[in-house]
């Protein structure tokens, strides 16, 4: 159980253009999902929190109007780059929390989403 | 302010036994989880302590002390898919994750 996809797991765009990163949790209902923007050799850096049928809370430094997150069912959210600009190249994880397992409050993590950006 | 402290990296033997040291100093504790992130991967979920002791699972074991700002990850009888990223991360009182930076384990043969 606790089994989160993401789609795509590679995407390469030309500078401008927007891309669309969906996010599922495939057997467990996500009250909360999360969304990680990973740099090489580089931790984790929570981007924004997205509750289901509410507007995301944005982190300190993010654009909110760059990286629009919408979570409009319990079993998916979405996040489009917007305008992509080469410095948006990195790896984007989303992450979501509510399933069945040890703990209401673990998150699982989907596989990742490679973007890049020329 | 809020931080997670983890050794950057470790090396240790296959078939040996390794720790890895995770302190924190965080607004409030509502458990601590350890992670494994192989490299170009997602995290997955190794663990969850809540209250204070031992939490074994296979060749891996948790340990918490709320008191001291304390947790620890042991890998016993190592192998070289362990060789990964080990991330400790904290909840605070607003239930937000608080990372570190995690610690790079190279396992040599």
């Known amino acids: 159980g606790a089994v989160v996809s993401q789609h795509p797991s590679r995407v390469i765009c030309k500078s401008g253009t927007s891309v669309k990163i969906e996010c599922r949790s495939l057997d467990f209902q996500a009250t909360t999902m999360f969304w990680y923007r990973q740099f090489p050799k580089q931790s984790l850096m929570l981007m924004a929190t997205s509750n289901e049928g509410s507007k995301a809370t944005y982190e300190q430094g993010v654009e909110k109007d760059k990286f629009l997150i919408n979570h409009a069912s319990l079993t998916l959210s979405t996040l489009t780059v917007t305008s992509a600009h080469p410095e948006d190249s990195s790896f984007y994880i989303c992450?979501?929390?509510?399933?069945?397992?040890?703990?209401?409050?673990?998150?699982?993590f989907g596989p990742g989403t490679r973007l890049l950006v020329l | 302010g809020q931080n997670i402290d983890q050794p950057t990296e470790m090396t240790a033997t296959e078939g040996a036994i390794v720790q890895i040291n995770c302190t924190y100093q965080?607004?409030?504790?509502?458990?601590l989880f350890w992670y494994q992130q192989h490299a170009g991967e997602a995290p997955t979920f190794l663990s969850y302590n809540v209250l204070d002791g031992l939490e074994e699972k296979g060749r891996f074991s948790s340990f918490l002390s709320r008191s001291k700002g304390y947790s620890y990850l042991l890998l016993k009888e190592l192998q070289m898919k362990d060789s990964a990223s080990y991330l400790c991360?904290?909840?605070?009182?607003?239930?937000?994750?608080?990372w570190g930076a995690g610690t790079k384990l190279i396992i040599k043969p």
């Open positions: 992450s979501a929390k509510g399933g069945g397992a040890s703990t209401q409050e673990t998150q699982y």
């Open positions: 991360a904290v909840m605070d009182s607003n239930y937000q994750l608080i």
């Open positions: 965080t607004s409030g504790f509502n458990g």
